[in-house]
């Protein structure tokens, strides 16, 4: 039996589908229209059962292409933005270096205050010359588990310092 929706009906058509209707009830017993509805239900119940199977395979395939595109971008973004910072590294190195040649041609101090900090500084330009940004990273955090109460102590002294000066 075959009942179509959305079919333009006309009289001859409906009385058609009467028909049609008449002899499937007459000659089908109530088992075997029970049987019908459910091999109907079974059939309905796969169909939807692969369809949000296939929609849920698009939404995961989608999901993916999003954090592979995630990915990519943060890659790019922290490949630029460690580019960024070792020129800045290098630019602070090629200061101190600056700062310890000023020191060393126009102070008045004695010769033994000038050689102790301009070593430290050619020291600091050495390591900020050598390192990346990971390298200066990974120093910063071994010092800070090395002396963690000098830290906190600078921190706060520097944070009030810089709030006062903020904050005036």
């Given at each position: 039996m075959n009942f179509r929706k959305n079919k333009p009906t006309t009289k001859a058509h409906a009385e058609d589908t009467a028909h049609q209707a008449a002899d499937y009830l007459r000659s089908h017993s109530a088992d075997e229209m029970a049987d019908d509805v459910r091999d109907k239900v079974?059939?309905?119940?796969?169909d939807v059962r692969d369809k949000v199977g296939e929609m849920t395979d698009d939404v995961r395939d989608k999901a993916d292409?999003?954090?592979g595109t995630v990915r990519e971008k943060s890659d790019e973004i922290g490949t630029h933005a460690s580019a960024?910072?070792?020129?800045?590294?290098?630019?602070?190195?090629?200061?101190?270096s600056d700062i310890g040649t000023a020191i060393r041609k126009h102070t008045t101090w004695?010769?033994?205050?000038?050689a102790t900090l301009s070593d430290a500084l050619e020291r600091s330009e050495h390591y900020?010359?050598?390192q990346d940004v990971d390298g200066i990273r990974?120093?910063?955090?071994t010092f800070i588990r090395r002396y963690p109460i000098p830290v906190l102590?600078?921190?706060v002294v520097v944070s009030f310092i810089l709030g006062r000066k903020i904050f005036r």
């Amino acid at each position: 039996m075959n009942f179509r929706k959305n079919k333009p009906t006309t009289k001859a058509h409906a009385e058609d589908t009467a028909h049609q209707a008449a002899d499937y009830l007459r000659s089908h017993s109530a088992d075997e229209m029970a049987d019908d509805v459910r091999d109907k239900v079974g059939e309905m119940t796969d169909d939807v059962r692969d369809k949000v199977g296939e929609m849920t395979d698009d939404v995961r395939d989608k999901a993916d292409k999003v954090v592979g595109t995630v990915r990519e971008k943060s890659d790019e973004i922290g490949t630029h933005a460690s580019a960024k910072i070792n020129g800045v590294i290098s630019g602070a190195s090629q200061k101190v270096s600056d700062i310890g040649t000023a020191i060393r041609k126009h102070t008045t101090w004695n010769q033994s205050d000038k050689a102790t900090l301009s070593d430290a500084l050619e020291r600091s330009e050495h390591y900020l010359e050598d390192q990346d940004v990971d390298g200066i990273r990974g120093g910063i955090e071994t010092f800070i588990r090395r002396y963690p109460i000098p830290v906190l102590v600078i921190s706060v002294v520097v944070s009030f310092i810089l709030g006062r000066k903020i904050f005036r």
